[in-house]
Every structure is written in C-alpha cells, then in structure tokens.
C-alpha cells in the first residue's frame, strides 16, 4: 500500500534508542524528512544520520524537559524544513533497577514524571502550535504495556506512560482535530498511541538474553515472541499515514503479541531459540 509519507516532515523524538532508530529508519524508506532528535547519545545519532544518508534530515541534541530547549527544538525543525507534518513522541527512558513504591524517591518518581510525561507535554504542545498555523498534522506517542498492566518496582514509569497512554490520548485526539480541521480533502488532525511490549534494544537486550526471563515474559503473551523494534516502527508508520489511517484517532494500540496479565503458557512450553 501507498503510505503517501514521501516528503513529509517527521520530528522524532528519542531517535538514538533502539526503537527511535527503527522508527526513523521506516520513515526513511517512505521518504519523509527526518529530524531526529538525542539529548546525550550524540556518537548513535551522528551514525543513525549517516545511515540514512539518502534520506534529507536533521539532527538536533535538546533536553526536552524543559521547554526553552524543546521550542528550540520546533524553531530548528522549522527553519530547515519550514513546516512539521509529523511528531513521533519516543523519548522517555525506563530506569532498569526494581525499586518498590514504598523505597522510591521522591527524587526517582519526578526524573521520571519528567523523562517520560512532562517531556510529552512539551513536545506536544509545542507541536499543536504549529499545527495551528499549519491546519494539519499528526502524532503518535510511545507508550508502554507497562501502562496497561502496571509492572512493580517501576510504579512511576506505569504511571507516566498509562497517563499518556490514555488520558492525554484521548483528551488530545479533541483539540487536535479541531486545530486542524476536517476538510473536503484532508482528513483532519490525528493522534495516536502505540505501547510496545518487551522489545529487544541494546538497554535490555542481555536481560532478555536469559533462558528463563524469555519464558516468563513470553508465557504471557498468545503469540510467545519478544517484539522487535521494527514492529512498533510499522504500526507507528502506518498510524501516520493520513492515507492509511485517515480515519483513526485517539486509540490505544498494545503491540504485545496478545499479552495479558495472566500466564497463557508453562515456561517448559516456551522455545527460548523461538522467542
């Protein structure tokens, strides 16, 4: 199918990351323009950027917590492609130790509420502005199944994404559409959420290395297969095609194999070579 993406601007952000990168390496294939946003990892995205040498793009290094340096983030995408058709809310890391609730920081929780939620905000109202100009333009933020089943010892991060998840989804979806209207021809602002499952990335690639973590994970799922990144990056193209997904908005997409908060399978079921 046609995804009619080539020469649409697409901000990313988090583009370093395993799922950032796989993300921005679809959308290159489609022929969009690419401002791929780091904050730290500057060496991964200059090699990402080189990678995708045919494609037009720009890299940009803020930290989107604070909103001086996201508006500057949105002021470089402008200056060089003029306008944002698309934004790609990826950023937002998960802190890899198992902290209970009642031994977690108030320090810990706000880094968190600020990696992942507050850096969302920003990035989306920074967008909406422009989108008000433009009377066009979509998005699709990265969510998590940790927000739809919870996950102890990582309270903050459940609790940040399941707020992007829905009630910024779901509240958003409103005002976009009407920042950019419905029209004879086009089909009217967008906005999405996608929430991978445990996805093989460098961060967690050698926890789900282990034999055994592989089968508790995957006996949780009806299809016993940790994702990929290229299977987020696939539904978030898609989610952002107005030609494909034209008349979707406000959803919640769980990209999980059909996980749920029960085990489906006995962990000597599972092919960990398989999985």
């Not at 507050?118 to 969510?143: D, H, M, P, W, Y």
């Not at 509240?171 to 089909?187: D, V, W």
Request: hydrophobic share 45%.
């Amino acid at each position: 199918m046609e995804t009619k993406l080539a020469e649409k601007v697409v901000l990313i952000t988090g583009a370093s990351g395993g799922i950032g990168s796989a993300i921005a390496r679809m959308f290159a294939a489609e022929g969009a323009k690419l401002v791929l946003h780091g904050h730290r990892n500057r060496v991964a995205l200059a090699k990402l950027q080189h990678e995708l040498s045919r494609a037009e793009s720009v890299v940009i290094h803020v930290d989107l917590t604070k909103e001086l340096e996201v508006k500057k983030l949105f002021a470089r995408a402008m200056k060089r492609f003029g306008r944002v058709d698309t934004l790609i809310v990826n950023a937002g890391a998960w802190e890899l130790p198992n902290v209970p609730l009642h031994e977690k920081s108030l320090r810990q929780w706000q880094f968190t509420m600020d990696g992942v939620l507050t850096s969302a905000f920003l990035c989306t109202q920074e967008f909406f502005r422009f989108v008000k100009r433009q009377k066009r333009g979509n998005a699709v933020l990265i969510g998590s199944t940790a927000a739809i089943f919870g996950e102890a010892g990582h309270a903050d991060y459940a609790a940040a994404k399941s707020a992007m998840a829905y009630g910024l989804t779901r509240s958003l979806k409103n005002e976009l559409a009407r920042l950019a209207p419905h029209t004879k021809n086009y089909c009217g602002g967008r906005i999405n959420c996608v929430c991978p499952s445990w996805t093989i990335v460098p961060r967690n690639k050698a926890k789900l290395g282990d034999a055994k973590m592989i089968r508790n994970v995957a006996a949780t799922m009806a299809l016993p297969k940790i994702a990929r990144p290229e299977d987020m990056a696939n539904a978030v193209v898609f989610l952002s095609s107005d030609a494909l997904a034209g008349h979707i908005t406000g959803q919640t997409l769980v990209i999980a194999g059909g996980m749920e908060g029960r085990t489906l399978w006995q962990p000597d079921e599972i092919d960990p070579q398989l999985a």
